[in-house]
């Protein structure tokens, strides 16, 4: 066998050995996710909007109220703190939110939920005493949006952008409850 053969087979052989090890010790990396992973865009023209979180599902469980407490920090996901991206600078509900990324809490009521954005980047959205990570001396802003009640139940986590009526609004919905967060882009002036 040829000098470069080896070299490729033994290269191959410190790769695979490496994903396994990462595999096992780390992340399995060859199994779903119970919560998959999941990014949600929104463009128009210039515009560029992003959320990274994880999907965990309801499978026959109470969620809020339960599965996710009332008026406690929630991670708004699973596994990864959930980030939100925006290239532009935004106003929501009367605060001025700069480009850059977050990371998005929220505190989930029956009636309403605080929604928080938080400028500090965490590894992971709860400590290993299942508590969360958010520290709220990091909070850019925090506001109380209406829940609405859904009449079917939405069996995964869903964060999406709706856009549908020309007001652009950061909808997350699950079980039968949904939140829209108005989302209004300042437009600099040339």
Known sequence: M???LKRLLVTLSVVALGLFIYSYFVENIFA?????????????????LEVFYN??????RDVFGALVPYNKVWRTG??????????????IKGIYVPEGKYTLWTVPND????????TKQYSWGVDEEM????????DLLEIDIPVEKLDSVV????IAFDNSTDNLKLTMAWDKTKIAVPLNVINDKK
Do not use: C, H
Request: overall charge positive; charged content about 30%.
């Open 2 to 4: 040829n000098t470069f």
């Open 32 to 48: 779903s996710r119970l919560s998959p992973k999941d990014t949600v865009e929104f463009r128009l023209n210039d515009l560029r």
């Open 55 to 60: 999907r965990p599902s309801k499978k026959g």
């Open 78 to 91: 699973a596994n990864e703190a959930t980030t939100f991206e925006t290239n532009k600078k935004l106003m």
């Open 111 to 118: 009636s309403s939920w605080k929604v928080i954005l938080n």
């Open 131 to 138: 508590q969360p990570m958010w520290d709220p001396n990091y």
């Open 155 to 158: 069996e995964q986590f869903t």
